[in-house]
């Protein structure tokens, strides 16, 4: 069957996948709010039906949490698990939201022609462009070019307390060749794009202790020590002059961008004057031989997220208090070992505390990095299939952040993950007014089709 019969389809069926997507977004799925758990439901049962009624054989699988649905359809070729989720953010604040966020709309904009809604980016509209897809292939050809199994949780949107005891008892049937994430978005505005890695992330926080209450800086001052003095230059030693991070054997495990990739990456023309600007900044801060893009996409990061020491009220109070502490967060790559490094941060710290002061750490998680095997055939043939359909050719990037289910399918089922998406920077996703570009949601849909086409 030609891929440009199963195209024309899903161009003709637009004003129909839209309609059903709108249908979902009315589902006011909040996974964070126990009284929003029969609507959870109701969207699980609703994506069941959606998924059966194209002969998909789907589940719901009940949880201790919100249920998860799971099913499975025949097909020759590569083996397929994509990956959603159907639960939302909460609305608030809802007076910021120009209608009503559970009554979706088609809305026109200057930009063009967008879907307004809570999830209509994050995750309802990315997850029915595979849907659609699918749905394509069984109207047009009768069945799938490949075999596909679906698996949507309903407790993304509030740390996925279910999802590893799931993924743990049910290895077997959710273990495929390799897995789908949709749940990231297009570089730019048109250039798509296949995230391959995934910092990890470290978080510590320190509390200093020195005299056993806060004192009288005039009476005390000079002859006492200062837990903030202590803190602060702890936190001016994590980093040297060339913005690299001092903790001992930081580095263990990261690794130069491959050419390959450092290529596709210069193709992108990042602006990091631009990038920068937007926040009213200018000079990358990192590591100084480490282009802007390598620094928030492929290195480590040591980052200090709050401090509190002594008196913040308004006014001033001449006090040397008793207690400093800060919060830092490290973003990890390659095969760096976050419990490693923990060891070796609270070791510096603890041998650069001076007589009179202690130390006590709270642990905020740790989770090593995701980094995908970019040589499996499936990645590359996602690549081109998605060149295809964008006017810019698709590139392997990296992401600042931490999507940990990519991590669980590589650590408990033993898959990599492609994470295709066609969000944009601007879908306002976790805000009031959240959308979707229906061009993302129709050529998300198209790229889908070409993608399980090329898998074949």
């Known amino acids: 069957m030609s891929i440009d019969k199963i195209l024309a389809h899903i161009d003709d069926d637009l004003p129909n996948a839209t309609n059903r997507l709108l249908d979902l977004l009315r589902i006011q799925s909040i996974s964070t709010d126990s009284a929003y ?49 159907y639960d939302v953010q909460p609305v608030d604040p809802l007076d910021l ?25 994050d995750d309802k509209g990315q997850l029915m462009t595979f ?35 799931f993924m743990k008892e049910n290895a077997d049937e959710l273990t495929a060749d390799v897995a789908l994430i949709c749940d990231t978005g297009l570089y730019g505005d048109s250039t798509p794009a296949i995230v391959t890695m995934l910092r990890g992330l470290l978080g510590e926080e320190l509390t200093i202790t020195g005299p056993s209450k806060d ?29 690299r991070i001092t903790v001992p054997d930081f580095y263990d495990g990261v690794e130069d961008l491959p050419d390959h990739i450092a290529k596709q ?93 202690s130390v006590e750490f709270k642990s905020h998680g740790a989770g090593p990095a995701s980094q995908m095997a970019t040589d499996h055939p499936a990645f590359e043939k996602a690549r081109q299939a998605l060149s295809d359909e964008w006017p810019n050719e698709a590139a392997f990037i990296g992401s600042g952040g931490s999507i940990p289910i990519a991590g669980h399918f590589k650590s408990i089922l033993g898959m990599d993950a492609m994470l295709i998406g066609f969000g944009k920077d601007d879908d306002q996703i976790h805000s009031p007014n959240e959308k979707y570009d ?19």
């Open 37 to 85: 758990a029969q609507d959870c439901d109701a969207a699980a049962d609703w994506l069941v039906n959606d998924l059966n009624s194209i002969g998909i054989n789907a589940t719901k699988r009940e949880t201790p949490g919100h249920p998860m649905v799971v099913g499975h359809a025949d097909g020759t070729g590569t083996h397929v698990m994509f990956y959603g989720h």
């Open 97 to 121: 939201w120009d209608n009503p966020p559970f009554e979706p709309a088609v809305e026109d904009t200057p930009a063009g022609k967008v879907i307004r809604g809570r999830g209509s980016s």
């Open 131 to 165: 849907v659609e897809a699918c749905r394509a292939y069984k109207t047009v050809n009768g069945s799938l070019p490949a075999k596909v199994s679906i698996f949507f949780e309903g407790e993304e949107e509030s740390g996925s307390p279910s999802l590893i005891p």
């Open 215 to 243: 004192l009288h800086s005039g009476l005390y001052g000079g002859a006492s020590m200062n837990p903030t003095r202590v803190l602060a230059k702890i936190i001016a030693s994590l980093h040297d002059e060339n913005g």
């Open 265 to 357: 990456w210069d193709a992108l023309n990042f602006d990091h004057s631009e990038f920068l600007g937007e926040v009213g900044l200018s000079t990358p801060a990192g590591e100084n031989d480490k282009t802007a893009l390598e620094m928030i996409w492929a290195r480590p990061t040591c980052e200090v997220n709050g401090i509190i020491a002594g008196y913040t009220g308004e006014g001033f109070k001449t006090v040397l208090p008793s207690q400093a502490s800060a919060k830092i967060s490290f973003r990890l790559v390659g095969t760096q070992d976050p419990f490693k490094i923990r060891e070796n941060f609270r070791k510096m710290v603890q041998d650069m505390l001076p007589p009179d002061c």
């Open 438 to 456: 229906l061009s993302s949601f129709h050529k998300g849909i198209r790229s889908w089709a070409r993608i399980l086409d090329k898998l074949s």
